[in-house]
């Protein structure tokens, strides 16, 4: 695990090597152990080591035998060792007991299809002498993030964004203003689109070409569902043995490793996998909150998992204050603005685990994977009732019903403060959303949580832009790339590609890599992946997370398989009109803050005030402001 770094003169100029130093230096915090670099005239290529595996002989860059071949590599190959065998095998000489390494010789032996033989995490950058190509390449589903921006005839590309603006004073700092909507609507960035104008993040599954000045994209992988005819009894088997599998090529390591445990089944069933694994006892670590009864707290269900298999378990708790400490540290270490309240805790949770171990598996992925969210079976059938709706009502009717709903959106803020109508908000939008004139817009509508967070057209009013609808293209972008497939398929491929890369990915990456620290993420093996895509939806939607559980069946005990879902939680609402309103007031109502160019002024007071005065309740749209004008401070953007 590490960061990576590099340059390419398009014109064949040469790359000056202090500017790649500095590139490096700005994120010595993802590796630690040590630093290498490779220049040769209009290429340049370093990395931050985190020693892994091979400790001793891993240093990059590597090189092949005839050193034709370069490489610098962050993430983990788990197939490793099946690689080196097949690879001396086939003639090649290893110098290292390195996954590195085993990336060139299959570049040597498979050119651009390598990626079908790799089965991990990674984000690479490959100079290739004999062609005069670099290849840049992220993993299947983009665990390791990779940003490119081109300044000049120069493209530069890093592991984090702060690295590129390390490289000279000639990377601009310009805010992508159409990407806020985007972020004040999803909480998040959508697509390789960033904030940053000019910068974008390598999508999952593809790789870029750089040959003799010209540069391509190319698409490596990408979930499918070529489903196949099986047997439920068939199915949760496959899943077993795929699982106890993945699991097992995760905890490869020549370093300790543990566990990131939460209450729930996800991080259960990878300490029963771990424990049928490892020797001796298992390091888990949980974050919970201490000052206040809070629903979200899975302290005790986490500690009773740990006890069941005889962990070694280490808790966090974390007051209001504590967590609003970490608060502007995960916005710069995040790189891009996110709204993602949980992952502040994670960051301060990466903190203790880095004491104790240097590897830790994170049970993300499951909810997504095994359809975890009455999302997956409530969009499918909402669906299909929008359909007959659009067939036997007529277009007037259908659109005055969506004007009346649309102009009691205003009152969405009032009512939230409501006893006994604050939940309305959250009932009106399913059935508004129906009526909307396609599925496209119904779709977006309902994956962006319009009106159960806060309405677009708010969103619309707060910010002062030449256009609109950015949130709605990106959309449509990513829709455009989805399998044409059944409705079910097609929420389960939305719900990763829209969520995962941009926010729960991404989080769980520069949280623990904040402090030196590898995630590791089983759920994400790219072979359980592509199982998964041939099961039939009918049984992959049985039930919540029905064959994680009914794999699970006879490894974990049934309290603990059994126990329903909870989101992992932050009890920011009662933090927000609490112990932390007057940290927020100190933000928001900061001068340059009520300034900001992008925000109409009037609105945002107007906003803030009703928040404040408690005559409106905002709490995940103040949360996005709060994190939006902490990251415009931290990057000076």
């Known amino acids: 695990?590490?960061?990576?770094?590099?340059?390419?003169?398009?014109?064949?100029?040469?790359?000056?090597?202090?500017?790649?130093?500095?590139?490096?230096?700005?994120?010595?915090?993802?590796?630690?152990?040590?630093?290498?670099?490779?220049?040769?005239?209009?290429?340049?290529?370093?990395?931050?080591?985190?020693?892994?595996?091979?400790?001793?002989?891993?240093?990059?860059p590597i090189a092949n035998e005839d050193t034709t071949l370069q490489i610098v590599f962050n993430g983990e190959i788990y197939n490793y060792r099946e690689l080196q065998t097949?690879?001396?095998?086939?003639?090649?000489a290893l110098r290292t007991r390195s996954d590195t390494e085993t990336i060139l010789h299959l570049y040597e032996d498979h050119d651009l299809t390598l990626f079908d033989h790799l089965r991990g995490m990674y984000a690479f950058a490959l100079w290739d002498s004999r062609r005069e190509r670099l290849l840049l390449a992220v993993d299947h589903i983009?665990?390791?993030?990779?940003?490119?921006?081109?300044?000049?005839?120069?493209?530069?590309?890093?592991?984090?964004?702060?690295?590129?603006?390390a490289y000279g004073d000639d990377v601009p700092r310009i805010l992508n203003l159409p990407a806020l909507e985007t972020y004040l609507t999803y909480g998040f960035m959508v697509g390789d689109e960033t904030p940053f104008e000019g910068i974008r993040r390598l999508d999952p599954g593809t790789a870029l070409v750089v040959e003799k000045g010209a540069v391509r994209t190319i698409q490596h992988w990408a979930m499918t569902y070529p489903e196949q005819p099986m047997s439920e009894a068939e199915a949760v088997e496959r899943v077993r043995a795929t699982l106890r599998e993945a699991v097992s090529i995760h905890l490869r390591s020549d370093v300790p490793l543990g566990l990131f445990l939460s209450g729930g089944v996800d991080s259960a069933t990878l300490l029963a996998l771990m424990a049928g694994e490892l020797s001796g006892t298992i390091e888990t670590f949980s974050v919970g909150y201490s000052d206040g009864d809070h629903p979200d707290d899975e302290l005790s269900a986490a500690r009773a998992s740990a006890a069941c298999f005889s962990g070694t378990h280490h808790e966090l708790t974390?007051?209001?204050?504590?967590?609003?400490?970490?608060?502007?540290?995960?916005?710069?270490?995040?790189?891009?603005?996110?709204?993602?309240?949980?992952?502040?805790?994670?960051?301060?949770?990466?903190?203790?685990?880095?004491?104790?171990?240097?590897?830790?598996?994170?049970?993300?992925?499951?909810?997504?994977?095994?359809?975890?969210?009455?999302?997956?079976?409530?969009?499918?059938?909402?669906?299909?009732?929008?359909?007959?709706?659009?067939?036997?009502?007529?277009?007037?009717?259908?659109?005055?019903?969506?004007?009346?709903?649309?102009?009691?959106?205003?009152?969405?803020?009032f009512l939230r403060q409501g006893r006994f109508v604050g939940a309305v908000p959250n009932l009106f939008p399913p059935a508004y959303h129906r009526l909307e004139p396609d599925e496209v817009h119904h779709l977006w509508r309902t994956m962006a949580f319009d009106g159960t967070v806060f309405t677009d057209g708010l969103r619309r009013s707060l910010l002062c832009l030449p256009e609109g609808g950015r949130a709605f293209s990106v959309f449509q972008a990513l829709l455009a790339r989805a399998p044409q497939t059944m409705a079910e398929n097609l929420i389960h491929w939305l719900k990763m590609y829209l969520w995962l890369p941009g926010n729960g990915l991404l989080s769980a990456d520069k949280v623990s890599m904040a402090h030196s620290l590898e995630g590791r993420v089983p759920f994400f093996d790219r072979i359980l992946m592509e199982l998964v895509g041939t099961i039939p939806a009918a049984i992959r939607l049985k039930g919540n997370k029905f064959l994680l559980r009914a794999a699970m069946d006879e490894t974990l005990p049934a309290p603990i398989r059994d126990r329903a879902k909870k989101p992992f939680g932050t009890p920011i609402r009662a933090w927000f009109e609490g112990a932390l309103r007057e940290r927020l007031r100190e933000v928001l109502y900061d001068p340059a803050a009520r300034q900001r160019p992008y925000l109409d002024g009037v609105v945002y007071r107007r906003l803030i005030d009703g928040h404040?005065?408690?005559?409106?309740?905002?709490?995940?749209?103040?949360?996005?402001?709060?994190?939006?004008?902490l990251w415009v401070r931290g990057f000076g953007v």
């Open 86 to 92: 097949t690879l001396q095998g086939r003639g090649h």
């Open 1 to 60: 695990m590490c960061g990576i770094v590099g340059a390419i003169d398009l014109e064949g100029k040469s790359i000056d090597p202090a500017c790649l130093k500095r590139m490096a230096d700005a994120i010595r915090h993802r590796g630690p152990d040590g630093e290498g670099f490779y220049i040769s005239g209009a290429v340049g290529i370093g990395m931050r080591r985190l020693s892994i595996i091979d400790v001793a002989g891993g240093d990059q």
């Open 612 to 629: 404040f005065a408690g005559r409106t309740s905002q709490t995940e749209l103040i949360w996005r402001l709060v994190t939006l004008e």
């Open 318 to 413: 974390l007051t209001a204050a504590d967590w609003w400490g970490h608060v502007e540290r995960y916005v710069y270490a995040h790189d891009e603005p996110n709204a993602n309240p949980s992952a502040v805790s994670l960051l301060a949770l990466s903190e203790l685990t880095g004491r104790h171990v240097k590897v830790v598996l994170n049970g993300i992925g499951s909810d997504e994977l095994f359809a975890g969210y009455a999302l997956y079976r409530d969009l499918p059938r909402a669906l299909r009732q929008a359909a007959t709706i659009r067939r036997l009502l007529p277009a007037l009717l259908r659109n005055a019903a969506r004007g009346a709903i649309r102009s009691a959106e205003g009152l969405y803020p």
């Open 142 to 165: 983009g665990i390791k993030p990779l940003y490119v921006a081109q300044v000049g005839n120069v493209l530069i590309f890093a592991s984090e964004v702060k690295a590129l603006f």
